[in-house]
Structure formats: structure tokens, C-alpha cells
């Protein structure tokens, strides 16, 4: 099955810095890659996805770039915000039936002001 | 509210008593997860659905753990024999395919 590895396990930045956190996978066949956003005691939410027919994707301060030839895939968040504070979890998915959304352990950002 | 949602919020229960949470998806979507997550840790697999069928189950999910679909509508997840190591949040997410999956409030569980 899928196995999703996620790095740095804590992120600290200071306001309006980027910040980059990077994931592996080890399924070729996964071809949904999407990372969530998780405040304290919320549940997670979708902030960005992308698909495997697509290197790059942008949404206003958030990319996510994918390079299947190394099986990785990796955030941007760019001028960081106190609000960007949170746990970042990135996820992959073959895409086919029978196959599940696998989550890595997670990136704890600190935007400090 | 048009949500996942799941019931109960949460749960304290001792050791070796069951326990059934349930999970009530978007409506139109096919695809049904569930997940578990503790402290700092990001939501562990432990499976999933696609309509009523189960097509997935995590190879760490013990044979105490039991989950259900029937008409592909809400599902239950069931632990029997409760052990201290189930203390979790008990996260549900649903999705139509390959789409964003969207997530549950989640059952906090508490086993004394």
C-alpha cells in the first residue's frame, strides 16, 4: 500500500517569510495529491490539491509543486501569516477503487510576528 | 448543516466495554473514510468504503475494530474490548471519487 512521508515535523518562521514543507510518497500509481490545514481542536480542511497531470499549482500565497519521477510533492506558503499557524498534513491517493487516501504524520507551522 | 457529521462528540468509556461510533457523510458522496488521530500525529488509516462495499482495511487495524456501510448511506465503526491504546480521536471524511475529501467533526475517545 501507499506510504507517505512528510518533512520537517516542525516549521518556525518569522511573519511574511516562506515556508516549504515537502512530502514523499511511495506508490507510483498515486495520482491525487492534496494537503489539509488543521487549527487546534478544528477538523482538517482542503487548503490546495493536484493532480498528476500537472507539475505546479498556485492559489494566491499557497503552490504545491509534484515531481512524479522522485515521487515528491512539496507546499509553499509564501509572506507567511500568524493565522498560517497550524498543522499541515499532506496526502496521497492511487485514485483507483479500493485504494485509500494515506495522510503523513504532519508539519507543525509557527508564524511568528 | 449539510456535513459530515459524526455523533457522538465524545466518549468515555472503560476498559473492555464497546463502543459504536457513527458517521453520517455528505449525501451524494460515494467514497467513506475513517481515520484515527492522536496528539501531533496525522489521521491513521483504518478504512474505507466505496458506496456499501468495504474495499479497505488498514493491516494495523486489529480484529476488534469492526466498521459497517449498509446502503451505502451512514457507517459505524465498532471497538469491542476497549483498551487504553484505543484513547483517540475518531475522525470520519467522505468524498465523491477522487475529490477532496471532506472531514467530520470526529468522536473523541476516552477509555479509563
Known amino acids: 500500500g501507499e506510504n507517505v512521508e512528510q518533512h520537517p515535523s516542525t516549521l518556525s518562521v518569522q511573519e511574511g517569510d516562506s515556508a516549504v514543507i515537502k512530502c514523499t510518497y511511495s506508490d507510483s500509481a498515486s495520482n491525487y495529491f492534496p494537503w489539509y490545514k488543521q487549527e487546534l481542536g478544528k477538523r482538517p480542511q482542503l487548503i490546495i490539491d493536484?493532480?498528476?497531470?500537472?507539475g505546479e499549482k498556485k492559489d494566491q500565497r499557497i503552490a504545491v509543486t509534484l515531481n512524479k519521477t522522485a515521487k515528491h510533492f512539496s507546499l509553499h506558503i509564501t509572506e507567511t501569516q500568524p493565522e498560517d499557524s497550524a498543522v499541515y498534513f499532506c496526502a496521497a491517493s492511487p485514485g483507483q477503487a479500493g485504494t485509500a487516501l494515506i495522510f503523513g504524520k504532519g508539519t507543525t507551522l509557527s508564524v511568528s510576528s | 448543516d449539510t456535513g459530515v457529521s459524526q455523533d457522538p462528540r465524545h466518549k468515555i468509556t472503560k476498559r473492555g466495554q464497546n463502543v459504536t461510533f457513527r458517521c453520517d457523510p455528505i449525501s451524494e458522496h460515494n467514497r467513506l473514510y475513517w481515520y484515527r488521530q492522536t496528539l501531533g500525529q496525522g489521521p491513521e488509516f483504518l478504512t474505507y468504503f466505496q458506496n456499501e462495499a468495504q474495499l479497505e482495511k488498514s493491516r494495523l487495524l486489529s480484529d476488534r475494530f469492526s466498521a459497517e456501510r449498509p446502503k451505502g448511506s451512514f457507517s459505524t465503526l465498532e471497538i469491542q474490548r476497549t483498551e487504553q491504546g484505543d484513547s483517540a480521536m475518531y475522525l470520519c471524511?467522505?468524498?465523491?471519487?477522487?475529490?477532496?475529501?471532506?472531514f467530520g467533526q470526529g468522536t473523541r475517545l476516552t477509555v479509563v
Open positions: 471524511a467522505s468524498s465523491l471519487d477522487v475529490t477532496e475529501a471532506f
Open positions: 493536484i493532480r498528476s497531470n500537472v
